[in-house]
């Protein structure tokens, strides 16, 4: 079974940058599509980005496109998620997990399994 956690997150005003990490233990993850994920007090789960087991393929969630960029490090078994130009509104814990299912699109979070203990954003005005 995998394990995973995150670490990077912190306070920083709006216009600044971020840079979330996500590492696994356990068992090798660079099969996997991996997902990042937020959830803000009151609000579901919401997709922020994924990227494919190569690392060849992303996805963003129209929110944050153009702003934050998803990586991977396969050898290191760890996924990145950079975040520039932050808004108040993205304000969540962030949360890594890879896709184990296949029923749906890769935004749902009924896809992903495995998920770590997240990691606070908090961007202020």
């Given at each position: 079974?995998?394990?995973?956690?995150?670490?990077?997150?912190?306070?920083?005003?709006?216009?600044?940058?971020?840079?979330?990490?996500?590492?696994?233990?356990?068992?090798?993850?660079?099969?996997?599509?991996?997902?990042?994920?937020?959830?803000?007090?009151?609000?579901?789960?919401?997709?922020?980005?994924?990227?494919?087991?190569?690392?060849?393929?992303?996805?963003?969630?129209?929110?944050?496109?153009?702003?934050?960029?998803i990586s991977r490090d396969n050898?290191?078994?760890?996924?990145?998620?950079?975040?520039?130009?932050?808004?108040?509104?993205?304000?969540a814990v962030y949360y890594c997990a890879?896709?184990?299912?296949?029923?749906?699109?890769?935004?749902?979070?009924?896809?992903?399994?495995?998920?770590?203990?997240?990691?606070?954003?908090?961007?202020?005005?």
């Amino acid at each position: 079974q995998v394990q995973l956690v995150e670490s990077g997150g912190g306070l920083v005003q709006a216009g600044g940058s971020l840079r979330l990490s996500c590492a696994a233990s356990g068992r090798t993850v660079r099969s996997y599509t991996m997902g990042w994920f937020r959830q803000a007090p009151g609000k579901e789960r919401e997709f922020v980005a994924a990227i494919s087991a190569s690392g060849g393929s992303t996805y963003y969630a129209d929110s944050v496109k153009g702003r934050f960029t998803i990586s991977r490090d396969n050898a290191k078994n760890a996924v990145y998620l950079q975040m520039n130009s932050l808004k108040p509104e993205d304000t969540a814990v962030y949360y890594c997990a890879p896709r184990v299912g296949y029923r749906t699109t890769i935004s749902s979070s009924y896809e992903y399994d495995y998920w770590g203990q997240g990691t606070q954003v908090t961007v202020s005005s």
